[in-house]
């Protein structure tokens, strides 16, 4: 999808991406949003956070699947550096980390 760039490339789907889970109490056969014919863009998001989803949300979503509890910092660590399973930020953006709650049962 998508017409020839500069570079002679076509980016594939940069702002799309899939995935597969299963197991856990997932809940089988379902998709959560949609993309355009293309598979280029998100057209249905498919969960609360109405944007697409991030990897740090995937990363919450099996954190909690696990009985890891993901919003939890660890303070006393040896670099003196707090620790975060999910980082709340990427580069200079904060983000709104969730767990994917409807890939459960």
């Not at 570079?7 to 799309?16: L, M, T, V, W």
């Not at 995935?19 to 379902?30: D, E, S, T, V, Y």
């Not at 949003?33 to 280029?40: F, K, P, V």
Request: with cysteine; net charge neutral.
């Amino acid at each position: 999808p998508g017409d020839i760039t500069v570079n002679k490339g076509r980016d594939h789907h940069r702002f799309a991406m899939s995935g597969l889970f299963a197991g856990a109490g997932i809940l089988g056969g379902c998709a959560i949003g949609a993309t355009d014919e293309q598979g280029a863009r998100v057209v249905r998001t498919g969960w609360a956070k109405k944007r697409s989803v991030y990897p740090e949300d995937v990363a919450a979503t099996i954190y909690s699947a696990l009985g890891i509890d993901w919003t939890k910092e660890i303070t006393n660590t040896p670099s003196g550096r707090v620790f975060r399973y999910v980082e709340p930020q990427s580069g200079t953006n904060f983000l709104d980390v969730a767990e994917i709650a409807e890939l459960f049962a």
